[in-house]
């Protein structure tokens, strides 16, 4: 009985052997055929990624305001180069702009507005080039006035003082002139005193109105000087 379980277990610990060489894979196709196939590990595809809806508004731009007239005028005035008065902190669109405001009233009493417009240092140096832009834009109900000044084709009227009878305007720093021709006063005029002299001074024609409403007169071109106090303004008679 001992000699039988020897045997058995001799057998039990051959199979154990045998086991265990096959799981360690021994030598030739034997231990090629027993390899285990590497496991293939597949990737996952990538998923696209879809953007969550926004509640945000998209960003647009505000749009430029547009320039003003006098952005305008200040703009063209800086790219020609113009020149404005100190008065005026070099602003053209503030020369102008007082101008429009002064003519309804500046020389009313003693000048056209043409006349003012010309005649009282308006259009000296950059003055007429920034007029002649500007007006148009700021205050275009006084576009025919410019014209008017710009031509010098526009009535003259006469105020107090003596004026050389000539049909040539007076040259700068030169003396008052008036063309001949027939003028009126009209208004209320008290102690009106008018007179026309020949070129030496001597006496033509004269009065002296304690009260008058109207007055006409006619100058001649042989007349040397006009001289009128106090009798308002003498306008041309068309």
Not at 106 to 121: I, N, V
Not at 141 to 158: E, H, N
């Amino acid at each position: 009985m001992r000699h039988v379980r020897r045997v058995g277990a001799a057998v039990v610990m051959t199979a154990a052997v045998v086991l265990v060489s096959g799981c360690s894979g021994g030598d030739g196709d034997s231990a090629k055929g027993s390899e285990v196939d590497p496991v293939v590990v597949s990737e996952t595809p990538p998923v696209d990624v879809v953007a969550e809806p926004t509640t945000e508004e998209p960003v647009t731009e505000a749009p430029s305001t547009p320039a003003t007239p006098q952005e305008e005028l200040d703009a063209l005035a800086a790219e020609k180069g113009w020149e404005v008065d100190d008065l005026y902190a070099g602003s053209a669109s503030a020369f102008v702009e007082d101008i429009c405001e002064s003519l309804p009233t500046s020389g009313a009493d003693s000048t056209s507005r043409p006349q003012w417009l010309a005649e009282s240092g308006n259009f000296e140096e950059d003055g007429k080039a920034i007029l002649q832009a500007g007006i148009p834009k700021l205050c275009p109900k006084w576009s025919t006035v410019l014209k008017q000044a710009v031509s010098g084709k526009y009535d003259r009227w006469f105020g107090n003082g003596t004026y050389v009878v000539s049909s040539k305007p007076a040259a700068d720093g030169g003396d008052q002139t008036i063309p001949p021709g027939t003028y009126r006063a009209e208004g209320k005029m008290e102690n009106c005193y008018w007179e026309r002299t020949s070129e030496s001074g001597d006496i033509i024609d004269n009065n002296f109105a304690t009260s008058a409403r109207k007055i006409t007169i006619t100058i001649r071109s042989s007349d040397g000087q006009f001289t009128s106090e106090g009798c308002t303004v003498w306008k041309p008679v068309k």
